[in-house]
């Protein structure tokens, strides 16, 4: 809970002066009524309680350590100390008759009610400048212009806690190498951990002397180091750090107020973050609304287009891709892929081994927040540029998977939850897209398939001659497969291959004898590997399909 500060009325009326009696183990004997109203605890009553007690946790030591010397020394002392739901004060030691009684002098601080005035000026100034904006690159420069003056300081830093741990938002005064040794898992660091768990402002006067200051590379010039939670409805949002090179330099009173300035600064950052959210619930459902519209279309790569720059505009894309898998043959086909903005041509690989082959296998969202730090479920195969996040979603239609669609970023923790249940909401759209065109084309190959079946009928049953029928037949499966040649074997009793028409796909389709043709046959398959595979297709009675011809037993031994 924020401590309580005092009111300037009540600097002013003296509320916080008077004197106590203590005995010489520091023990309260009396008071004046003014602090024995102050210090009046319903509980526990202030009689035989140590004076120190009513003084900040942060400052004890130091009031420990100068009534020590006081009685050391038998001379007056005195030393400032913040009182614990109060300000500054002076405490004046002074010995009394008889001797085993002494009087610790209680009033403000010399300059305590000017300095309270300018506290409350530069905190309000503070808090409205603070509250003028929702953009956090604003709310960030205005922190640390306005921490100046509440205190001085040699460096800063404001951290935020996110979903995976620490991020520096903002420094100044570190070495370039500073900022990353403090970024991770709230574990890694018992310094922050503590602020989180105790939830109010740590001071460390030397570092240098403190257990529980935890040294980072680019920190050796700290000294003294406040840290402060900065807190929201009651949500820990980060840490604001505050250094000095000077041990001692901060006291208990000055770690308060820095944590009165952090919890403006975290009502910013909370109202910044809430509009951030907003924003982008607004952008995401917008998102979803124009590929909506889209489905209609019949033209996927126009949809396609549409969710890439979609996505392009919401999030940090740096490689983008939808990549279409075919279930025969157990590859993938990158139909749209992107690299920095500039479209790729597309290419097929086999998904076994691969992170998309992964997705399609196990129909789940991989999200990889860091490549350096997070092993993906298999290795990585890079082509283009390597990258640092990566979001990948299944595109499934039904209980079929169709692909997997990608978002790639050079920028690590790029993607958040909310990035992520957008992908996979456009990927379930997209996928209706994608599966409804496939429906379409199979269809249309369909139809296509029979009318040629029909046509290639015919041709058999009214060409005069078999060299008609032949290029009736050649036309047929030219028009239905296009493929880059053709080839149409004779065969004997033995399967072996005798007479061969060949068909150009770059000219016509009207087949052509073997005469003068020595050598030349479908793909340049040698007459041999011909021979071959006629027999093969000859002895099993059915199709033979070749889907990677190197890795084929009847193609690998030739």
């Not at 081994?353 to 997705?359: A, D, H, I, K, S």
């Not at 084309?441 to 005069?464: C, G, K, M, N, V």
């Amino acid at each position: 809970m924020p401590v309580e500060r005092s009111s300037v009325s009540e600097l002013a009326t003296g509320r916080y002066a008077g004197t106590l009696a203590v005995d010489a183990d520091g023990a309260v004997l009396s008071a004046s009524p003014a602090l024995a109203a102050l210090l009046d605890d319903p509980e526990q009553g202030w009689r035989g309680a140590h004076f120190c007690s009513w003084l900040a946790d942060t400052a004890q030591e130091d009031a420990r350590a100068a009534w020590e010397a006081f009685q050391a020394r038998g001379a007056p002392n005195q030393i400032e100390a913040p009182l614990r739901n109060g300000p500054m004060v002076q405490l004046v030691f002074e010995p009394t008759t008889p001797p085993d009684a002494w009087t610790v002098v209680v009033h403000p601080a010399p300059g305590a009610l000017e300095r309270r005035i300018a506290e409350l000026e530069t905190l309000a100034a503070a808090g409205r400048a603070l509250a003028s904006t929702l953009d956090l690159p604003t709310i960030l420069d205005l922190t640390f212009q306005h921490l100046r003056a509440v205190l001085p300081f040699d460096s800063a830093a404001l951290l935020l806690y996110g979903r995976d741990g620490f991020r520096v938002a903002r420094a100044e005064g570190y070495p370039e190498e500073y900022p990353e040794q403090v970024q991770g898992r709230l574990e890694r660091f018992p310094t922050f951990a503590r602020l989180f768990r105790e939830r109010r402002p740590l001071l460390v006067r030397d570092t240098a002397q403190s257990e529980a200051w935890q040294a980072a590379r680019g920190s050796e010039h700290i000294r003294a180091w406040i840290g402060v939670p900065l807190i929201a409805r009651d949500e820990v949002l980060g840490v604001l750090s505050i250094d000095s090179q000077t041990a001692g330099a901060y006291t208990a009173y000055d770690a308060d107020l820095a944590f009165s300035f952090g919890q403006e600064v975290a009502v910013a950052l909370y109202n910044a973050r809430r509009y951030e959210q907003a924003l982008t619930r607004a952008n995401h459902v917008g998102a979803l609304y124009q590929i909506g519209l889209a489905i209609s279309h019949t033209d996927v790569d126009k949809v396609l287009r549409l969710v890439h720059r979609q996505l392009s505009e919401l999030m940090d894309v740096s490689t983008f891709y939808i990549a279409l898998y075919d279930t025969e043959t157990d590859s993938v086909h990158f139909r749209l892929s992107f690299d920095r903005g500039a479209p790729l041509e597309p290419f097929t690989v086999k998904a076994a081994g691969t992170l998309v082959g992964w997705v399609i296998a196990h129909q789940q969202t991989v999200v990889i927040v860091d490549t350096e730090r997070q092993e993906p479920p298999v290795p990585l195969s890079v082509r283009g540029s390597p990258m640092r996040s990566l979001l990948l979603v299944p595109l499934s239609a039904g209980d079929q998977i169709v692909g997997v669609l990608s978002v790639q970023s050079e920028t690590p923790d790029a993607f958040s939850d909310d990035d992520a249940l957008l992908v996979e909401a456009i990927a379930s759209q997209t996928a209706v897209v994608i599966r409804n065109a496939q429906l379409f084309d199979e269809t249309e190959h369909r139809l296509a398939a029979l009318e040629a079946l029909q046509q290639t009928s015919l041709s058999l049953t009214s060409a005069p001659d078999p060299v008609v029928a032949l290029e009736g037949i050649a036309q047929n499966v030219m028009d239905l497969l296009q493929p880059c040649g053709l080839c149409i074997c004779m065969v004997d009793e033995a399967g072996l291959p005798q007479d061969r028409y060949y068909a150009d796909p770059t000219a016509t389709a009207r087949v052509q004898a073997p005469e003068g043709m020595a050598g030349r046959c479908l793909g340049n398959m040698r007459l041999e590997l011909l021979s071959v595979v006629t027999q093969e297709v000859t002895r099993t009675g059915a199709p033979l399909l070749v889907t990677d011809a190197p890795d084929h037993p009847l193609f690998r031994r030739r």
